[in-house]
């Protein structure tokens, strides 16, 4: 008596067995479906940052259009204001966005990691940066698409009854793939920058995140090609003396760039540094009155991310003021130093463009859309000091697989020449100024 007959214990069994499965399987269906309309979400929100920007570059091109002496007041101005929205309403959205995902990726307290990727800081993101372009300042968005994706990513994993691990570094590629669509680029940007490892855990994951923010953006605006394909080709011979020429003019001056943004986070010395932080708002708009100074003696070309100016030169279809590389680097520096939001991908590569336009004159053997290219991905490399993101996006964006072996020596070299400038990369370094803890130099806290 009390013992269950066979057919009982079966069915019991079975029972256990299915209740077994449901709780192994079914937070393994959640997880995966938190990354899937996370990728989904990003590739929407990239998208639509997309249009926010193009249209806000518009309207200041419509203005200074219609009144040339417009940029002298309204770019300061509105830098002044950016800078105080974002220090009053948004704090830590700042800056391009990707060094606040690097320290949150390195803090495992919730408390201090929520800040950084808050849906608050995100909306300011969103709001700062179409607010700069507005303006006029010399500013990407794909930066701040990390700090977006990533925020949206984080933020759904905080419904998820425990830690997700990958969450930031998924949000932070699908933002890059989504933004540029290149998702090849978004994933070796998630392993090279983001992480500098390979979490074999959450690898598969962030790939479907990857996947579901490109399907995302491509069902939205249709295939493309970021600056359009180019049939450029390099025969070994004379042409292959642009590659170490522009290697190491590109690691030269994205070196100097990122010293010049390492300096300024970490605070001018002296009199400089203590009217800054006295009067940070006042420093934005003064660094906005020598961004409009830059676009006027640039015929203009200075302003926005540089987009158009780049695939000009790019194609040849149009030729910017040769003052253009060197005036879009001085506006880039101004503007990333301001405290506004506003990422440096997009003017980074508008400035190795210019940089090629400068070069060509040296190099007239080689076509000017290979100087570009090169151009691009040294600077590029230079400036991050992550060369195989480097190489890999600028082919991505270009579609030129002729191209690829000049492109990785280019940006190799680029990336050891940067190093002799500072020898650390730009984001990790930055990180630390959001960090709790004393961290080394590449931006990881330090072991025990």
Same mark, same amino acid.
């Given at each position: 008596?009390?013992?269950?007959?066979?057919?009982?214990?079966?069915?019991?069994?079975?029972?256990?067995?299915?209740?077994?499965?449901?709780?192994?399987?079914? &937070?393994?269906?959640?997880?995966?479906?938190?990354?899937?309309?996370?990728?989904?979400?990003?590739?929407?929100?990239?998208?639509?940052?997309?249009?926010?920007?193009?249209?806000?570059?518009?309207? =200041?091109?419509?203005?200074?259009?219609?009144?040339?002496?417009?940029?002298?007041?309204?770019?300061?101005?509105?830098?002044? @204001?950016?800078?105080? #929205?974002?220090?009053?309403?948004?704090?830590?959205?700042?800056?391009?966005?990707?060094?606040?995902?690097?320290?949150? %990726?390195?803090?495992?307290?919730?408390?201090?990691?929520?800040?950084?990727?808050?849906?608050?800081?995100?909306?300011?993101?969103?709001?700062?940066?179409?607010?700069?372009?507005?303006?006029?300042?010399?500013?990407?968005?794909?930066?701040?698409?990390?700090?977006?994706?990533?925020?949206?990513?984080?933020? @759904?994993?905080?419904?998820? &009854?425990?830690?997700?691990?990958?969450? $930031?570094?998924?949000?932070?590629?699908?933002?890059?793939?989504?933004?540029?669509?290149?998702?090849?680029?978004?994933?070796?940007?998630?392993?090279?920058?983001?992480?500098?490892?390979?979490?074999?855990?959450?690898?598969?994951?962030? $790939?479907?995140?990857?996947?579901?923010?490109?399907?995302?953006?491509?069902?939205?605006?249709?295939?493309?090609?970021?600056?359009?394909?180019?049939?450029?080709?390099?025969?070994?011979?004379?042409?292959?003396?642009?590659?170490?020429?522009?290697?190491?003019?590109?690691?030269?001056?994205?070196?100097? =760039?990122?010293?010049?943004?390492?300096?300024?986070?970490?605070?001018?010395?002296?009199?400089?540094?203590? =009217?800054?932080?006295?009067?940070?708002?006042?420093?934005?708009?003064?660094?906005?009155?020598?961004?409009?100074?830059?676009?006027?003696?640039?015929?203009?070309?200075?302003?926005?991310?540089?987009?158009?100016?780049?695939?000009?030169?790019? %194609?040849?279809?149009?030729?910017?003021?040769?003052? =253009?590389?060197? #005036?879009?680097?001085?506006?880039?520096?101004?503007?990333?130093?301001?405290?506004?939001?506003?990422?440096?991908?997009?003017?980074?590569?508008?400035?190795?463009?210019?940089?090629?336009?400068?070069?060509?004159?040296? $190099?007239?053997?080689?076509?000017?859309?290979?100087?570009?290219?090169?151009?691009?991905?040294?600077? #590029?490399?230079?400036?991050?000091?992550?060369?195989?993101?480097?190489?890999?996006?600028? /082919?991505?964006?270009?579609?030129? %697989?002729?191209?690829?072996? &000049?492109?990785?020596?280019?940006?190799?070299?680029?990336?050891?020449?940067?190093?002799?400038?500072? &020898?650390?990369?730009?984001?990790?370094?930055?990180?630390?100024?959001?960090?709790?803890?004393?961290?080394?130099? /590449?931006?990881?806290?330090?072991?025990?």
């Amino acid at each position: 008596m009390g013992l269950m007959s066979p057919p009982s214990r079966r069915r019991s069994l079975r029972r256990s067995l299915r209740l077994r499965a449901l709780r192994i399987w079914l &937070p393994r269906f959640k997880r995966r479906a938190m990354f899937l309309f996370g990728g989904i979400a990003v590739g929407a929100l990239a998208v639509l940052m997309a249009k926010l920007a193009d249209e806000a570059q518009a309207l =200041f091109a419509g203005l200074a259009a219609r009144a040339p002496a417009a940029p002298l007041l309204v770019t300061p101005l509105g830098f002044a @204001l950016a800078a105080w #929205l974002a220090g009053r309403y948004f704090a830590n959205s700042g800056g391009s966005g990707i060094p606040q995902v690097i320290a949150a %990726h390195g803090i495992d307290d919730p408390a201090l990691r929520n800040p950084l990727v808050s849906p608050k800081v995100a909306v300011g993101k969103i709001v700062l940066l179409v607010l700069g372009l507005a303006c006029g300042a010399s500013s990407g968005r794909e930066g701040p698409t990390v700090q977006v994706g990533a925020s949206v990513m984080y933020a @759904l994993g905080r419904l998820a &009854p425990h830690r997700q691990p990958g969450l $930031l570094i998924a949000g932070s590629a699908a933002g890059i793939a989504a933004a540029f669509n290149a998702p090849l680029a978004g994933i070796i940007f998630g392993i090279e920058e983001m992480s500098r490892s390979f979490e074999a855990r959450t690898s598969g994951l962030i $790939l479907g995140t990857v996947i579901a923010a490109g399907l995302t953006s491509l069902g939205l605006v249709g295939d493309y090609t970021y600056f359009g394909r180019t049939p450029d080709v390099m025969p070994f011979g004379i042409e292959w003396l642009a590659v170490p020429v522009v290697g190491i003019a590109g690691g030269l001056g994205g070196g100097v =760039f990122s010293r010049l943004l390492i300096e300024a986070g970490r605070g001018f010395p002296g009199a400089a540094g203590h =009217f800054v932080k006295r009067h940070p708002i006042l420093f934005a708009g003064l660094c906005g009155l020598g961004v409009a100074l830059c676009g006027a003696g640039s015929a203009g070309t200075v302003f926005g991310t540089g987009y158009e100016q780049a695939k000009g030169i790019l %194609h040849g279809t149009t030729a910017p003021p040769d003052s =253009f590389g060197v #005036l879009k680097f001085c506006a880039t520096v101004l503007s990333s130093i301001s405290g506004i939001p506003g990422g440096i991908f997009a003017p980074s590569l508008a400035v190795g463009a210019g940089l090629a336009q400068n070069l060509h004159g040296l $190099l007239p053997m080689t076509p000017i859309g290979v100087l570009t290219i090169l151009g691009m991905a040294s600077y #590029l490399s230079g400036v991050v000091q992550a060369p195989i993101t480097s190489f890999v996006i600028v /082919d991505e964006m270009t579609e030129n %697989h002729a191209l690829v072996i &000049p492109i990785m020596i280019c940006a190799i070299l680029a990336n050891a020449v940067s190093k002799l400038v500072y &020898p650390h990369g730009v984001y990790h370094t930055l990180s630390r100024g959001y960090m709790p803890v004393p961290v080394a130099e /590449d931006g990881r806290a330090p072991g025990p």
